[in-house]
């Protein structure tokens, strides 16, 4: 049966795994306390890490059923913020002009602003599609 409300892919998710021991694929799945201790201690010493490796799939199922689908998909807005993050450029794809102009200025408000969008994008971008 086909998830109507897909708003993440496994296929990123395990690209973000084999990142993991960074806390990428948590992050991603809107665990952002448990992707900073994964950040802080390389992935549980890499145990916690190979163990996601089979735990993926469940936190796809939650972060599906967590999160909303619609005009803004999340993992352009991952890919957009991993990599370019510092210059605001998931924040112009999220609408937020303003805010994507002062992180362009400020390098992601001197990094800060970049940290926190890790922390709450999931949420943001959910906030978005259900307003819309």
Request: aromatic fraction near 20%.
């Amino acid at each position: 049966m086909e998830n109507s409300n897909d708003t993440h892919l496994k296929s990123m998710g395990y690209i973000l795994w084999l990142f993991g021991f960074t806390g990428a694929h948590r992050f991603y799945y809107g665990k952002p306390v448990t992707g900073t201790i994964w950040f802080f201690t390389l992935g549980l010493l890499l145990v916690g890490w190979l163990i996601d490796l089979f735990l993926i799939p469940s936190m796809d199922r939650k972060a599906d059923l967590r999160f909303r689908s619609g005009r803004v998909n999340y993992s352009v807005a991952w890919i957009l913020l991993t990599f370019l993050g510092f210059f605001g450029v998931h924040r112009f794809y999220m609408g937020k002009w303003i805010t994507g102009l002062i992180y362009l200025l400020t390098g992601g408000l001197f990094t800060l602003g970049y940290l926190w969008d890790y922390w709450t994008l999931n949420d943001q971008i959910t906030e978005i599609n259900e307003a819309r």
